[in-house]
């Protein structure tokens, strides 16, 4: 089932007394951010829209104000919250890749239908991402995401295809 909701960042900490919140941003484009009017920010399991009124960078955090947020003291109760956006405001994705969300949970199988176990986590290591998969025992085994070991991903069939060259099991 695909997810509803992307989380986009973590708001960390407030940021001067005019409300400006620091958020952790789980984007790989940061400048992201200034494309969005709204989002979604999920505090004691609701979510609550606000409105986007200024956005800024400093160092690996994107600073931002909500036109909802008017001080530091308002700031500080969303410390810790989630900030969504609903799947239909995402970035579109170029051919033959996916968002985090879709993959985490598929069924991986090797080219001649056996089952390895799930994808538990995803990661990259600066060369290319890497799926990490689980089986029900608690085994993992890491494969990286490229076109040798992956060969086909089927979202619709919750299921990913792969080929174990030498070295990776």
Do not use: W
């Amino acid at each position: 089932m695909k997810q509803e909701y992307f989380e986009i960042g973590q708001i960390v900490n407030t940021f001067g007394i005019k409300g400006f919140v620091k958020v952790n941003p789980f984007t790989d484009d940061v400048h992201r951010f200034e494309k969005l009017k709204s989002v979604l920010v999920e505090k004691n399991k609701q979510l609550i829209e606000m409105q986007i009124e200024e956005i800024k960078y400093q160092k690996n955090v994107v600073l931002i104000k909500f036109k909802e947020i008017l001080d530091i003291n308002m700031a500080e109760k969303y410390k810790g919250c989630y900030i969504k956006i609903l799947r239909k405001d995402a970035k579109k994705l170029p051919k033959d890749t996916y968002f985090i969300a879709d993959l985490i949970g598929l069924n991986v199988y090797t080219e001649d239908g056996k089952l390895l176990g799930k994808v538990n986590d995803i990661y990259n290591n600066r060369a290319n991402d890497v799926y990490v998969v689980k089986d029900d025992l608690g085994k993992q085994i890491l494969l990286p995401a490229i076109k040798d070991v992956i060969k086909q991903i089927d979202i619709e069939e919750e299921k990913i295809i792969v080929h174990l060259i030498d070295g990776l099991v």
